[in-house]
């Protein structure tokens, strides 16, 4: 199984701020990685795929980049709506595998 | 739009069976990969089944294989997972997702239904 590790688990940040997430995976994954922001009691959104395609409607605040085993998520300049919980997802191959999430707050 | 609407958790006793639905609607259902993906209270995600387009490919997590079983009705455009032997660890919220797939491949959650809470409990 692929491991997927995120860091910080936790972070604080201010409205304004820049902020990076990193991943980590523990086999090459080429680029088969998305991100997703999950808000308490709500499903999560999909954010980025393919390490660095940004969905439809995400705001162009948020990236991606990396390939191999390193990536990162960043918010240039977080907004109030972007505090919440961040997940990382390979999908190089079975079983499909998460991060353990990075909690952005205020 | 697309939508998916789970249903069918609540709470269970140990060792009982359970099935869930996912109700599909706003895209064509028949040809994408449909996927189940649950969360423990307070934890992170954790991917459970994946099913092809036509239900003949399926694949399981370890942790669900023998217990759970993935499958779908491409004419009423619902996903389904039948849980049996049901534990504590199996106490979490039961998403399930759409992919770009169409086989059973690997693939990255497009749109997630908001859930349904199945708790284990005696």
């Known amino acids: 199984d692929i491991q997927m590790t995120q860091s910080p688990s936790s972070l604080s940040a201010s409205v304004g701020d820049r902020v990076t997430i990193t991943c980590r995976a523990s086999?090459?994954?080429?680029?088969?990685l998305a991100w997703y922001q999950q808000k308490p009691e709500k499903a999560p959104k999909s954010l980025i795929s393919?390490?660095?395609n940004l969905q439809s409607g995400v705001p162009s605040r948020f990236s991606g980049s990396g390939s191999g085993r390193d990536f990162t998520l960043t918010i240039s300049r977080l907004q109030p709506e972007d505090f919440a919980t961040y997940y990382c997802q390979q999908y190089s191959s079975f079983p499909l595998t998460f991060g353990g999430g990075t909690k952005v707050e205020i | 739009q697309v939508q998916l609407v789970e249903s069918g958790g609540g709470v269970v006793q140990p060792g009982r069976s359970l099935r869930l639905s996912c109700a599909a609607s706003g895209f064509s259902f028949g040809i994408y990969a449909m996927h189940w993906v649950r969360q423990a209270p307070g934890k992170g995600l954790e991917w459970v089944a994946v099913?092809?387009?036509?239900?003949?490919?399926?694949y399981y997590a370890d942790s669900v294989k023998g217990r759970f079983t993935i499958s779908r009705d491409n004419s009423k455009n619902t996903l389904y997972l039948q849980i049996n032997s049901l534990t504590a660890e199996d106490t979490a919220v039961y998403y399930c997702?759409?992919?770009?797939?169409?086989?059973?491949?690997?693939?990255?959650?497009?749109?997630w239904g908001q859930g349904t809470l199945v708790t284990v409990s005696s």
């Open positions: 393919a390490a660095i």
């Open positions: 099913i092809s387009y036509d239900g003949n490919n399926e």
């Open positions: 086999h090459d994954i080429s680029s088969w």
């Open positions: 997702a759409k992919v770009l797939d169409y086989g059973g491949h690997p693939d990255w959650f497009e749109y």
